[in-house]
């Protein structure tokens, strides 16, 4: 039996990541009170130990790695860089977010008046459910509390995945959550997992240039979900750094020494290698938090991964008979801060707003920040072929792109995919390089809006950007490139695949 004097919710997220905070902001749209619990940092891993943190660290050590440079005509002297220095620039940026946030929640508070009748609260703590409309907080410093929720959403995001052999221990062996408890570069890092986020470290720690960086690859080819030529350039690009790769190796086993830890690996033709490094970084991928919201007494279950499968209202159930819904990393959706975002939304657009349209994640551009840059749109060579959608690519390097030669940065390309099916309709882009992250949103625009190479060749790009590679990759589809293949075999490709 549930007390009177317990405080009822229009909206209780559990989470305070994009996908809580972004639900929290819309439900104030339609002036709903609203609760959002969070039992460690505020935004989640989208502001703290995850992508505005690590975007923070990329951004400084890009820099780093330009003013370090020698071939530019200019050579600094004397540059130095700091750990410590480095972290407190990171955790600054956190703040600076976590304090927009808390402003927008102490604006919306109930005792101000601007939120029409809406407000929100912010309760820290560990969230579980007590039943279907109760939950339980084990607060921070005021003991256990409970809430009443007419509506939730469980946004509480995902965690890294543990290895089985490599026990993590904040110090020597760490993972992503856990590397700004370092307290200096280590001068020699062996990062375990060679997908996005360990390939974005990878570039990090190699771009400041303090540590001898190894990553251990157990495929052919790092980030294996892309084409097999994106891949190699952002292999060879690693390696061009200075990051030592270990493809097809396994992990075997640590020993651990006072100062060192020597490392075992096993390669796939049977020889092996030990190496000596300081500090192991594990990122093998992130598994939700599922496990510690006793979903069961709620009704609810997780699948066997710990996901929870929705629908396209981001209901774990019949929309009409939900109110518990899911956002975010928790939904095995694409681990992504847009993600994460628009479900969060579109809940709540779809409680109160009577928006009723399903959600397409086909053309969310993804950004994978490496040297240089990666962006990704739509469907790449290896998706189209599982499909058999025959299609003609163009691959097109910024090495004959005059603002690329401008900023003496030709490492790049793009590479598109249009249907082979006479309707010339964009299918895909894949473009690396220096801006590939900030114009692959407009190319995204061009695959929504489901146009062919003839209707977006109708605009011109201006002079000089990098997009105009993108603009001569098209042309290329077309057969009236300026620059031509029969001269610039290595820059300029053009493909065609038929199931
Ligand atoms: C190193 C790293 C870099 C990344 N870089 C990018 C990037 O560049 N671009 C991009 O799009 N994505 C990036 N991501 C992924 C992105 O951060 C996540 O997809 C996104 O944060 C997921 O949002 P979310 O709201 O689902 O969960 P989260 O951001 O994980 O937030 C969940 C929140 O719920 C809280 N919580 C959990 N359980 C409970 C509970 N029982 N009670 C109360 N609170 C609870 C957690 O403390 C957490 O604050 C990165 C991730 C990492 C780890
Ligand atoms: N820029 C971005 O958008 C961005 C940045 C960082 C993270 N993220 C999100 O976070 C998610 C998690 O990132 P992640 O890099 O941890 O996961 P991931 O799934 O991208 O990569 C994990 C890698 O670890 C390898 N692996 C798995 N088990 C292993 C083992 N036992 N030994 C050695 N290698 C092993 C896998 O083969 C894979 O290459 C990503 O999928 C992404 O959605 C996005």
Request: with cysteine; proline share 3%.
């Amino acid at each position: 039996m549930q007390s009177d004097n317990i405080e009822h919710f229009d909206l209780v997220v559990i989470g305070s990541g994009p996908a809580g905070f972004a639900a929290a902001m819309r439900a104030i749209d339609f002036h709903k009170k609203v609760a959002i619990v969070e039992e460690k940092n505020l935004g989640g891993a989208g502001v703290f130990h995850g992508a505005l943190t690590s975007k923070t660290m990329w951004e400084l050590s890009a820099d780093f790695a330009v003013a370090s440079a020698v071939n530019r005509g200019y050579r600094a002297s004397h540059l130095t860089v700091d750990y410590k220095k480095v972290k407190k620039t990171v955790v600054n940026a956190a703040k600076t977010k976590q304090y927009q946030m808390l402003s927008q929640i102490e604006s919306f508070s109930s005792s101000n008046k601007i939120g029409h009748g809406g407000s929100l609260t912010l309760i820290q703590g560990h969230g579980s459910f007590q039943d279907a409309h109760y939950l339980n907080i084990e607060t921070r410093g005021e003991g256990e509390k409970v809430i009443y929720g007419e509506y939730f959403i469980i946004a509480t995001g995902s965690r890294p995945r543990q290895h089985p052999i490599l026990k993590t221990d904040g110090h020597r062996i760490v993972n992503s959550d856990e590397l700004l408890g370092l307290d200096r570069f280590p001068e020699r890092m062996l990062i375990v997992g060679s997908g996005i986020i360990g390939c974005e470290f990878a570039t990090i720690f190699s771009n400041f240039n303090q540590t001898e960086v190894h990553l251990l690859d157990r495929a052919h080819c790092v980030i294996p979900f892309e084409d097999k030529d994106v891949s190699s350039f952002v292999s060879e690009g690693l390696e061009k750094n200075g990051v030592q790769i270990h493809h097809t190796a396994n992990f075997r086993t640590v020993r651990k020494k006072e100062d060192s830890l020597d490392v075992v690996l096993d390669y796939e033709d049977g020889h092996s290698r030990v190496i000596e490094v300081d500090v192991i970084l594990v990122s093998i991928g992130r598994v939700p938090n599922t496990d510690h919201l006793k979903l069961e007494n709620a009704g609810l279950h997780a699948n066997e991964r710990g996901f929870l499968e929705i629908n396209n209202e981001c209901a774990m159930e019949d929309f009409s008979k939900c109110h518990i819904f899911a956002a975010g990393d928790t939904t095995g959706h694409k681990a992504l801060y847009c993600v994460a975002e628009e479900q969060g939304r579109h809940i709540v657009e779809a409680i109160w707003g009577n928006v009723a349209y399903p959600l397409d994640y086909s053309h969310l551009p993804t950004l994978m920040f490496f040297k240089p840059e990666l962006a990704s749109v739509g469907m790449n060579e290896t998706q189209l072929q599982e499909k058999k959608i025959p299609y003609r690519a163009a691959y097109y390097s910024n090495k004959l792109v005059n603002r690329a030669i401008a900023m003496q940065n030709t490492r790049g390309f793009v590479k598109i995919m249009i249907s082979d099916d006479g309707k010339n309709k964009i299918l895909g882009m894949r473009a690396g390089g220096p801006q590939a992250s900030a114009f692959i949103t407009s190319f995204a625009y061009l695959l929504d809006q489901n146009l062919t190479v003839e209707e977006v060749l109708k605009n011109t790009h201006p002079h000089p950007s990098v997009t105009e590679g993108i603009q001569e990759c098209l042309r290329l589809l077309m057969g009236m490139s300026i620059y031509k293949e029969e001269v610039f075999p290595e820059e300029i490709k053009l493909t065609e695949w038929k199931p």
